[in-house]
């Protein structure tokens, strides 16, 4: 098993090169091994593109191999046909004997089936290496298709007296908390998920652009709660440097759960995950209805003498970092 366990950490390891681009498909990472040698890896592209297994049966240079090779992939291979052809399919037409598995796709759509397929054309079957890894690997595609939502990435900074914007300023932009270090981090998070929402007053206060402007990569979809459609065309969320959903009460019901609303919305829209980047009123608003996975926090050297409270919540501490003076803490919502 253990051997097992080395191609499937590799196969983690390179399906981290789609992360932000595959959605709403998975990003998989697969590795073809004949005597305990590499001989062919593929990762998904872009949407619309290949499959992980099918990159990596392509990348084999000689094909005669594949008949006494094993397949390594983090999630089971699919069986249906959608932009792409099934990847079963292909494994079975090459004649790879064994195929590992890290974990099952619970998408209805596969949901054992292609595992199915496999061992009815006499393919062995390995499932369940390294099953965890692979499961939170693959957080964003799980949570939107098991809880009908994006995965939710709660982010901001606060002063080291627990402010995350002053009381009141001069101009209407933002007071940087943190460094330029901790700001390009946070430009390569938006450049790895789907989308980013802010409310209403942070586009009043700050007019922010949301987008990847110090880093590369693919600006994700702004999304702007504006309850009463009460900001005009002037505001940098409405250039073409990215795609925009407004939602107003035309869109949700703002008089009650108002998060699980939100969520409900972007479902509809397939987004798969987000990062909110709001002011308190709208963090609080997903904290207080549980409704997040992961909360990405930074604290700054600055201090306010007055200001706007930086969110409460509870979680469990999974990392700590310190960036130049900055400190970030990620938390997951168990």
């Known amino acids: 098993m253990k051997i ?29 091994v004949n005597k305990d040698e590499i001989i062919g890896e593929g990762f998904t592209s872009a949407y619309g593109g290949n499959h992980a297994e099918v990159n990596a049966i392509q990348s084999v240079k000689n094909k005669s191999l594949l008949a006494q090779a094993t397949l390594y992939v983090t999630l089971e291979p699919c069986s249906h046909f959608g932009k792409t052809p099934p990847c079963s399919d292909l494994i079975i037409k090459h004649h790879i004997p064994h195929v590992v598995i890290g974990t099952i796709d619970t998408h209805s759509k596969v949901a054992g089936k292609g595992i199915e397929k496999l061992k009815t054309a006499g393919c062995e079957v390995t499932v369940g290496v390294l099953e965890k890894a692979c499961q939170d690997h693959h957080k964003r595609f799980f949570t939107f298709h098991n809880k009908k939502r994006p995965y939710i990435i709660l982010k901001w900074a606060e002063t080291e007296n627990g402010f995350i914007a002053p009381e009141t300023k001069n101009e209407q932009k933002p007071v940087w908390i943190t460094n330029e270090i901790s700001r390009q ?20 206060e700050d007019n922010p652009s949301l987008t990847v402007r110090d880093w590369t990569g693919k600006n994700p979809i702004r999304v702007v709660l504006d309850k009463t459609n009460k900001l005009s065309k002037k505001y940098r969320v409405y250039n073409d440097d990215a795609e925009t959903f407004i939602i107003s009460e035309n ?41 997040w996975d992961e909360a990405r926090v930074f604290k700054g050297r600055a201090t306010f003498n007055k200001g706007v409270k930086a969110p409460t919540f509870k979680g469990k501490q999974l990392e700590e970092f310190s960036i130049n003076e900055d400190y970030l803490k990620i938390y997951s919502n168990q």
């Not at 390891?13 to 990003?27: C, V």
């Not at 009650?256 to 609303?261: I, M, P």
């Not at 479902?267 to 909110?276: D, F, L, P, V």
């Open 4 to 32: 097992h366990e080395k191609y499937i950490k590799r196969c983690i390891e390179i399906a981290k090169n789609g992360l932000g681009s595959t959605a709403p498909n998975p990003m998989v990472g697969c590795v073809i």
């Open 251 to 291: 869109e949700i019901d703002f008089s009650k759960n108002v998060a699980k609303n939100i969520c409900a919305f972007l479902y509809k829209k397939e987004i798969q995950s987000i990062i909110i980047e709001g002011g308190r009123q709208t963090l609080q608003t997903f904290i207080d209805e549980n409704l």
């Open 185 to 204: 981090l946070v430009h390569k998070w938006r450049a790895e998920e789907q989308a980013i929402l802010v409310g209403t007053n942070t586009v009043l």
